[in-house]
């Protein structure tokens, strides 16, 4: 099994200096050129002592010699662990070295012994002991015992860590990939399996197809509750599609270009996984009951846990994580794994050794990882399967139940940094845990009417009473909630969470993943009743107070508020009141002006809510209550002005194009859409886009503003009505939704816009054509 090391020799991460680094490069030489060597062991052993004093080995290769001999087929493998143990002892503190520095840059660090072990065929030697009982044609052969696996797996993680190119050379080997998975039915190497699993997983060119690891369903069914955690860890890199973390930044352009060149997309391997994990029974129900699992608490815990903000960068690497955890695999084995609490262990030995506090940071970092891959799940094309499991397995309720004492404590006082919502978060296993709770919030709730399970029984009371009182029907999920699968008790995770908001200071890094998951709730059809739910609870004064008071600079945070005070007000005149009673004197409304014009890209979800409430309210001037909310809002007058919308207008087509479309910005070009989209119903879009050609000659630069508009305008409808977006229909679903415009009136708008004929509503019409720079296809792109 043994290849050669010739082909490719890792560069360590650092310099190797001194005379030692030219006997290296001679032995890199010899493999080259083919001089009999396949191992650097195979070198003779009075060479390898020679040229020991000069290279600094510390007796590396002669190990390896020892090693190779010992490990033969049928040998006694006792003498190979000795000889291991050895080699190991001289690599761990090398690596444990590597993740404890503090990070410092790779120029600043060497690590000799593991670019020595490898160097000289220690990897590939570890393989083929690893995998020889498998592949081993001799009726008997030498059994390895646990220990001997467990040290071959730290050995080689060790290498991967230190060594460049270790990693990509183990997960170019599909055979041991796949061999590696069959080692994690074994609980006493599970742990080490899975670490390195990750690491080779991570960096492997072509995601692994999850259907080609043998036994796979027997071997899921066959894990208990840690080795399932650790399970996890590999799924994360197995389900997630490449690059899902850049698709806000990635233009649409590209996108949909790469779209139309896949006329007959397959499901990708990210899509394949999922669906073979979702098809192995009982898998999603463990996840949840590991997710939900409860952990008892000790005196002192909260003390010590305010500790791991400073400890968070020893703590947060498989090294460290993994040789403290192996105590509590050993503790583990004498109580029941499966055990929904763990105060049976509290009186144990080993608990000096490992205090229940880090039982619970343990447990924490599990938890991160399982509660992703139901993320993950529930953001995939199986989402509809993945929410009903959910909701029968009764996630919701049990993380209710584990919100105070687990998910959201009291004692941290920390400054965290912020991350944005698409960005790979680096920190401690605490602030991790809860932003991954939120985004699994939010990926629960967007669109889904199982979002009412976030509420308990009295509160979906209170929103039947809200809307008998509004003489308003109920919207149809909420008739429909299964009541036994919602939350216990009281108070729901909506309310418990929308009291945590209110309580997190100004600087935290939570606020944006909090707006966030509580906007999921509000998104879809708009339910006057879910909106006064939230009113009631002071939810629009906290935001108000964030954005005028408090002077939020952070533009995730100030986008995060914008949508979901827009989500919050849209169509509601009692929003609308309240917002007046609060911004209740000039200097406030300027400064919300302020924040809402620093960038329109954040802001014009808010801007498109506050131009369809308007519309909205126009229509009922029967009522008198709405006359008094049109007539003293400042928000309101201020929008009615002709002028102000089409100030926004201007802006909104002038901050985008073609070329820049990406998830993010797309929003203005539908907001633009909306404010035309109504001057077309009251007869005046004519008016508009006579206004928009005034616009550009002010400017001295006639055709520019409408020439990019008119090429936004054929994009928007290859984006939206190719026949990819007609099957899907999420988008389109989304802005009528949101719009509370018929999507066929969208189309026609845009259809309208974009004629051809020289009509008073064409686009077209008023670019003079000394200055037109029309493309038929706006961008050059094939129509699909």
Same mark, same amino acid.
């Not at 200096?17 to 191992?39: A, E, H, V």
């Not at 060149?261 to 098809?279: G, I, Y």
């Not at 007046?580 to 960038?599: D, G, H």
């Given at each position: 099994?043994?290849?050669?090391?010739?082909?490719?020799? !890792?560069?360590?991460?650092?310099?190797?200096?001194?005379?030692?680094?030219?006997?290296?490069?001679?032995?890199?030489?010899?493999?080259?050129?083919?001089?009999?060597?396949?191992?650097?062991?195979?070198?003779?052993?009075?060479?390898?002592?020679?040229?020991?004093?000069?290279?600094?080995?510390?007796?590396?290769?002669?190990?390896?010699?020892?090693?190779?001999?010992?490990?033969? /087929?049928?040998?006694?493998?006792?003498?190979?662990?000795?000889?291991?143990?050895?080699?190991?002892?001289?690599?761990?503190?090398?690596?444990?070295?590597?993740?404890?520095?503090?990070? $410092? *840059?790779?120029?600043?660090?060497?690590? !000799?012994?593991?670019?020595?072990?490898?160097?000289?065929?220690?990897?590939?030697?570890?393989?083929?002991?690893?995998? %020889?009982?498998?592949?081993?044609?001799?009726?008997?052969?030498?059994?390895?015992?646990?220990?001997?696996?467990?040290?071959?797996?730290?050995?080689?993680? @060790?290498?991967?860590?230190?060594?460049?190119?270790?990693?990509?050379?183990?997960?170019?080997?599909?055979?041991?990939?796949?061999?590696?998975?069959?080692?994690?039915?074994?609980?006493?190497?599970?742990?080490?399996?899975?670490?390195?699993?990750?690491? &080779?997983?991570?960096?492997?060119?072509?995601?692994?197809?999850?259907?080609?690891?043998?036994?796979? +369903?027997?071997?899921?069914?066959?894990?208990?509750?840690?080795?399932?955690?650790?399970?996890?860890?590999?799924?994360?890199?197995? &389900?997630?599609? /490449?690059?899902?973390?850049?698709?806000?930044?990635?233009?649409?352009?590209?996108?949909?270009?790469?779209?139309?060149?896949?006329?007959?997309?397959?499901?990708? %391997? #990210?899509?394949?996984?999922?669906?073979?994990?979702?098809?192995?029974?009982?898998?999603?129900?463990?996840?949840?009951?590991?997710?939900? %699992?409860?952990?008892?608490?000790?005196?002192?815990?909260?003390?010590?846990?305010?500790?791991?903000?400073?400890?968070?960068?020893?703590?947060?690497?498989?090294?460290?994580?993994?040789?403290?955890?192996?105590?509590?695999?050993?503790?583990?084995?004498?109580?029941?794994?499966?055990?929904?609490?763990?105060?049976?262990?509290?009186?144990?030995?080993?608990?000096?050794?490992?205090?229940?506090?880090?039982?619970?940071?343990?447990?924490?970092?599990?938890?991160?990882?399982?509660?992703?891959?139901?993320?993950?799940?529930?953001?995939?094309?199986?989402?509809?399967?993945?929410? $009903?499991?959910? #909701?029968?397995?009764?996630?919701? !309720?049990?993380?209710?139940?584990?919100?105070?004492?687990?998910?959201?404590?009291?004692?941290?006082?920390?400054?965290?940094?912020?991350? *944005?919502?698409?960005?790979?978060?680096?920190?401690?296993?605490?602030?991790?845990? $809860?932003?991954?709770?939120?985004?699994?919030?939010?990926?629960?709730?967007?669109?889904?009417?199982?979002?009412?399970?976030?509420?308990?029984?009295?509160?979906?009371?209170?929103?039947?009473?809200?809307?008998?009182?509004?003489?308003? /029907?109920?919207?149809?999920?909420? +008739?429909?909630?299964?009541?036994?699968?919602?939350?216990?008790? $009281?108070?729901?995770?909506?309310?418990?969470?929308?009291?945590?908001?209110?309580?997190? !200071?100004?600087?935290?890094?939570?606020?944006?993943?909090? #707006?966030?998951?509580?906007?999921?709730?509000?998104?879809?059809?708009?339910?006057?009743?879910?909106?006064?739910?939230?009113?009631? %609870?002071?939810?629009?004064?906290?935001?108000?107070?964030?954005? &005028?008071?408090?002077?939020?600079? =952070?533009?995730?945070?100030?986008?995060?508020?914008?949508?979901?005070?827009?989500?919050?007000?849209?169509?509601?005149?009692?929003?609308?009141?309240?917002? @007046?009673?609060?911004?209740?004197?000039?200097?406030?409304?300027?400064?919300?002006?302020?924040?809402?014009?620093?960038?329109?890209?954040?802001?014009?979800?808010?801007?498109?809510?506050?131009?369809?409430?308007?519309?909205?309210?126009?229509?009922?001037?029967?009522?008198?209550?709405?006359?008094?909310?049109?007539?003293?809002?400042?928000?309101?007058?201020?929008?009615?002005? +002709?002028?102000?919308?089409?100030?926004?207008?201007?802006?909104?087509?002038?901050?985008?194009?073609?070329?820049?479309?990406?998830?993010?910005?797309?929003?203005?070009?539908?907001?633009?859409?909306?404010?035309?989209?109504?001057?077309?119903?009251?007869?005046?879009?004519?008016?508009?886009?006579?206004?928009?050609?005034?616009?550009?000659?002010?400017?001295?630069? /006639?055709? =520019?503003?409408?020439?990019?508009?008119? @090429?936004?305008?054929?994009?928007?409808?290859?984006?939206?009505?190719?026949?990819?977006?007609?099957?899907?229909?999420?988008?389109?679903?989304?802005?009528?939704?949101?719009?509370?415009?018929?999507?066929?009136?969208?189309?026609?708008?845009?259809? +309208?816009?974009?004629?051809?004929?020289?009509?008073?509503?064409?686009?077209?019409?008023?670019?003079?054509?000394?200055?037109?720079?029309?493309?038929?296809?706006?961008?050059?792109?094939?129509?699909?």
């Amino acid at each position: 099994m043994a290849t050669s090391v010739g082909s490719e020799f !890792p560069r360590t991460r650092g310099t190797r200096k001194g005379r030692g680094g030219n006997i290296l490069i001679r032995i890199k030489q010899s493999q080259i050129t083919g001089r009999g060597l396949s191992r650097g062991t195979e070198l003779p052993e009075a060479l390898l002592q020679e040229w020991e004093g000069l290279a600094r080995w510390h007796g590396i290769p002669v190990l390896l010699q020892k090693l190779q001999e010992s490990s033969h /087929p049928n040998s006694d493998l006792t003498q190979t662990h000795g000889v291991l143990k050895e080699l190991s002892s001289l690599l761990s503190m090398e690596a444990m070295s590597f993740v404890t520095e503090d990070r $410092k *840059s790779a120029q600043e660090s060497t690590f !000799p012994n593991t670019y020595t072990f490898h160097l000289f065929g220690g990897v590939d030697l570890l393989v083929e002991i690893l995998m %020889r009982p498998t592949l081993s044609m001799q009726r008997k052969s030498s059994k390895m015992n646990d220990s001997l696996v467990k040290d071959c797996l730290s050995v080689l993680y @060790n290498c991967c860590i230190c060594t460049e190119g270790v990693s990509k050379s183990l997960a170019s080997r599909k055979d041991f990939v796949l061999f590696l998975f069959t080692l994690m039915t074994n609980k006493k190497t599970c742990l080490q399996t899975a670490t390195l699993i990750e690491d &080779i997983l991570g960096v492997r060119k072509e995601m692994i197809h999850l259907e080609g690891v043998p036994n796979l +369903v027997a071997l899921v069914q066959s894990f208990d509750q840690q080795q399932l955690a650790n399970f996890c860890r590999i799924l994360s890199v197995t &389900i997630s599609e /490449p690059d899902v973390d850049n698709d806000d930044k990635r233009t649409l352009l590209a996108m949909n270009g790469q779209r139309s060149r896949e006329l007959c997309p397959s499901p990708s %391997r #990210a899509e394949a996984n999922q669906v073979t994990l979702l098809s192995i029974p009982g898998f999603v129900e463990r996840l949840c009951k590991l997710a939900t %699992r409860k952990v008892s608490e000790v005196s002192g815990t909260s003390n010590f846990l305010q500790e791991l903000e400073d400890w968070y960068t020893w703590l947060d690497n498989a090294l460290v994580l993994n040789a403290l955890m192996q105590m509590a695999s050993e503790e583990a084995e004498h109580s029941s794994t499966e055990s929904s609490d763990e105060s049976t262990l509290a009186s144990s030995p080993l608990r000096q050794r490992l205090p229940q506090s880090m039982k619970m940071v343990h447990e924490i970092m599990y938890k991160v990882e399982v509660l992703y891959v139901l993320c993950v799940l529930l953001m995939g094309h199986q989402r509809n399967k993945v929410q $009903k499991m959910l #909701a029968e397995f009764r996630l919701i !309720p049990g993380l209710n139940n584990l919100f105070d004492k687990l998910i959201w404590r009291k004692y941290t006082t920390s400054t965290h940094i912020l991350h *944005s919502q698409n960005q790979n978060c680096d920190c401690s296993p605490e602030i991790s845990f $809860k932003i991954q709770f939120l985004r699994l919030l939010q990926s629960f709730s967007d669109h889904h009417e199982n979002k009412y399970l976030l509420l308990t029984c009295q509160e979906l009371n209170e929103l039947s009473a809200i809307s008998l009182e509004a003489n308003i /029907p109920e919207v149809e999920a909420l +008739v429909n909630t299964d009541r036994s699968l919602v939350c216990d008790g $009281k108070k729901g995770l909506l309310t418990r969470l929308l009291m945590v908001m209110k309580r997190e !200071p100004l600087d935290s890094s939570f606020r944006f993943w909090q #707006a966030r998951a509580v906007e999921s709730f509000l998104r879809g059809t708009t339910s006057y009743a879910d909106q006064i739910f939230l009113l009631n %609870r002071g939810l629009l004064e906290h935001i108000l107070s964030c954005i &005028i008071d408090s002077g939020c600079r =952070s533009r995730d945070v100030l986008q995060s508020y914008f949508d979901l005070l827009g989500e919050l007000m849209k169509f509601n005149i009692s929003a609308f009141k309240r917002f @007046n009673k609060y911004v209740n004197t000039e200097e406030k409304f300027q400064v919300f002006l302020t924040q809402i014009n620093s960038s329109l890209v954040d802001s014009n979800m808010l801007v498109r809510c506050i131009v369809l409430s308007l519309d909205r309210f126009q229509s009922q001037m029967d009522d008198i209550e709405v006359i008094e909310v049109l007539s003293e809002c400042s928000l309101l007058s201020y929008m009615s002005r +002709v002028e102000n919308r089409l100030s926004f207008l201007f802006r909104l087509i002038n901050i985008i194009n073609v070329q820049t479309l990406t998830q993010e910005n797309v929003s203005c070009l539908n907001t633009s859409l909306v404010v035309l989209m109504l001057a077309r119903r009251k007869g005046k879009l004519p008016s508009f886009l006579s206004a928009l050609r005034e616009k550009e000659y002010a400017e001295k630069y /006639p055709g =520019s503003l409408l020439n990019n508009f008119h @090429n936004l305008l054929h994009f928007w409808q290859r984006h939206y009505l190719t026949k990819h977006y007609l099957t899907k229909d999420k988008d389109c679903t989304s802005l009528e939704n949101s719009s509370c415009i018929p999507f066929s009136y969208w189309k026609e708008t845009v259809s +309208v816009l974009l004629s051809t004929e020289n009509t008073a509503c064409s686009v077209a019409s008023y670019i003079e054509h000394a200055y037109r720079e029309l493309e038929p296809g706006g961008t050059g792109e094939q129509e699909l």
